[in-house]
């Protein structure tokens, strides 16, 4: 059985291979394909809010892939399986350095770039990002990466002398998805950060049966007493804004201010400076 993968590639499947893994090659191959192609995969941007003026502080950059026969293909699903090949070091760096394009002029505090465990890992990966910032004139103080705390599990030492490298030159760490992982508190005061990302989790439990609010309290005494800021991802309801805002969140993402979007309709959001009302 071949199928086609991008223009003028075959790929040939072993008949009765299992079908998860023949969609995860078939995914594979037409990813490899849209890095040359280079129209597929687009960078959106989120907007982060101050809890009060509802200023734009911040942006995160979410990975988009408009693959040509399936539409649009989450970043959820593709992005284990660039990891798994490898490609997330190729997107990555793509992601970045599209970055420093988009936002040069921006003058918002910092953007934000999610950062994968397998690039974390290499050795080489500080070097090479701030090859690419410096290449594009991108000030590094208005880097931030976000990882998560299970990318420590594997090759911890590696790790973290990444991110001393960065920090050393001005870039900022977030923690993402904190609370969901591979949290322990001996460990976080170990790890060059400067920010924690409430997971999404917590933030939608607020006011439901399910409710994450202990939890979330939990986290910003922890982040007052290790001095680092706080953003809360996932923000869908005005009640989950005002507890947050409450509890001293320094920034708010979510579809409740503001879903990812391309980059000329960030720069528009940019000059009405902040969210609708
Ligand atoms: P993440 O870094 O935790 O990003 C936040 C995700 O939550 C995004 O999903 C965003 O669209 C979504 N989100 C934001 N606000 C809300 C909300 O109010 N409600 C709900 N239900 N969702 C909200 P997205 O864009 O699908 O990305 C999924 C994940 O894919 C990201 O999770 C991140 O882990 C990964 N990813 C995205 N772009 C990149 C990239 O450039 N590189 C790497 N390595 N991973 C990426
Ligand atoms: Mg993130
Ligand atoms: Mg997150
Ligand atoms: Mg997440």
Redesign the pocket.
Known sequence: EAKAAGKGRFVFFAEGMDATIRHRKQIEADLGAALDAGNQLEVYY?PLYSPDEGCITGA????RWHHPEQGMI???LF?PIAEQSGQ?VK??EW?LEQVCKDALTWTIGSVS????AV?LRRPDFAERALMILDRNGYPAERLEI?VTETSFIENAAGCEANLARLRASGVKVAL??FGTGYSSFSHLRALSVDRLKID?SFVSGIGSANDGSPIISAIMDLARASGLKVTA????TIEQRRFLSGVGCNSL????MAM?MPVAEMNDALLRGTQPA
Request: charged share 25%; glycine share 10%.
């Open positions: 989120q995160e950059a979410l990975l989450s970043p959820a992005v997330i997107i990555g992601v770039v999610n950062v994968s690039q976000e993402d998805d999404r991802e996932g923000v869908e993402q979510g579809f409740l990812p």
